[in-house]
């Protein structure tokens, strides 16, 4: 039997469009995305990770407070970021509110760490993109020493010294369970592997086996810095309904949608029929019936040896209902398939 494996959701709070076709209010967004939590809850799914946002098309901006609400009405799932934009936040905040989240939910707090593929929180908190690099780095640099739990003492560039500063709260279990999420470059694997953290690969386009040097490249680092291997996990889009037909047809035109929305702000071209049949068939895109996407599932977690897969069920406008059914559908069916596809038991 393979060691336990983790099957998660994720969602950006994307603004989705209600029974008449209308764009819903944010508040709405976010009172449907509690009861999404409360569903992969109930239907076994393993994790629920919520992105951080500030603008129109994302409804969350405070992951952290909508992951509280979930906490409170659910039992065993764990609840996360999807990612916190650690460059443009402070890290000591990030531990205290996560740290705080953690105690709401009896432990099942995480954190996912990025730099975020949005700027938009640098000029709205005041920071300077000139210093993107060297934001993250420091601040990635005291979180580390802030999630030991320990006096702090710290001092770098872009924010004042710290001289033997206790942090409060501390969690009950002295942890807070922390990932790096690593977009593709070899420097934030290094990275992840240097701070001791699990590492989480965003794959939104193309075959995920081309990021297995990622994943070789992160043991060597680890057994380099001299700590154990440590888990890795995989975030990629998806969406599931009862036949593959059925959910390529609920699925494109929203997804459309949201990727030629982003598109057109960094200037890529429409995107079309073929591409989305490509992704699905051989890329990053887990769409259809849950056998199918059970075992593309199955194979990126051999192939990259992951343990852990974070599932984007949401899709710009597409709607609540049909994303109820989906995670319902997630959590029932394809998780159990996955395992028993890669001989793995529940985590």
């Known amino acids: 039997m393979c060691p336990p494996i983790e099957l998660g959701l994720d969602t950006f709070g ?22 999404e939590g409360v569903l992969a809850d109930e239907a076994g799914v393993d994790f629920l990770g919520v992105g951080e946002h500030h603008r129109a098309d994302f409804a969350v901006a405070s ?9 409170s009405r659910t039992k065993r799932i764990r609840l996360g970021s999807a990612v916190t934009v650690l460059s443009s936040d402070d890290p000591i905040r990030v531990y205290q509110r996560f ?15 990025g730099r975020g593929s949005f700027i938009e929180s640098f000029p709205l908190f005041g920071f300077d993109l000139n210093q993107y690099e060297e934001l993250f780095n420091e601040k990635l640099d005291l979180y580390a020493a802030v999630i030991k739990q320990q006096p702090v003492t710290w ?3 872009t924010r004042a010294p710290l001289n033997q500063q206790p942090i409060f709260p501390k969690t009950e279990s002295g942890t807070l369970t922390t990932w790096i999420g690593v977009g593709g470059t070899p420097e934030s694997v290094v990275r992840a592997a240097h701070y001791g953290f699990p590492m989480m690969l965003a794959i939104i386009g193309g075959d995920p086996a081309r990021f297995a040097p990622f994943v070789d490249l ?11 291997m440590l888990p890795v996990g995989v975030h990629s889009h998806g969406y599931v309904a009862e036949t593959d037909a059925l959910a390529r047809e609920e699925l494109y035109a929203d997804y459309k949608r949201m990727r030629d929305k982003i598109g057109a702000e960094r200037g890529w071209a429409p995107f079309g029929k073929a591409e989305f049949e490509r992704e699905i068939a051989h890329g990053s895109l887990y769409v259809g019936s849950p056998e199918t996407v059970a075992r593309k599932i199955a194979n990126t ?10 599932m984007k069920y949401s899709a710009g406008p597409l709607p609540h209902a049909k994303m109820m059914r989906c995670i319902e559908l997630y959590g029932r069916k394809v998780a159990p398939l996955v395992r028993e596809m890669v001989g793995a038991t529940a985590a």
Do not use: C, W
Not at 301 to 310: I, M, P
């Open 63 to 71: 992951p952290e407070m909508v992951l509280a609400a979930i906490a």
């Open 301 to 310: 977690v051999k192939t990259l040896g992951a343990s852990r897969f974070d």
């Open 14 to 35: 994307d603004v989705t469009d209600g029974p008449d076709g209308k764009p819903q209010h944010a508040a709405q967004v976010i009172r449907d995305l509690v009861e």
């Open 99 to 113: 740290a705080t989240l953690d105690a709401v939910s009896n432990g099942r707090a995480e954190v996912i760490l």
């Open 218 to 228: 992160y043991k060597r680092a680890l057994t380099q810095e001299g700590k154990p």
């Open 155 to 157: 001092q770098g560039r």
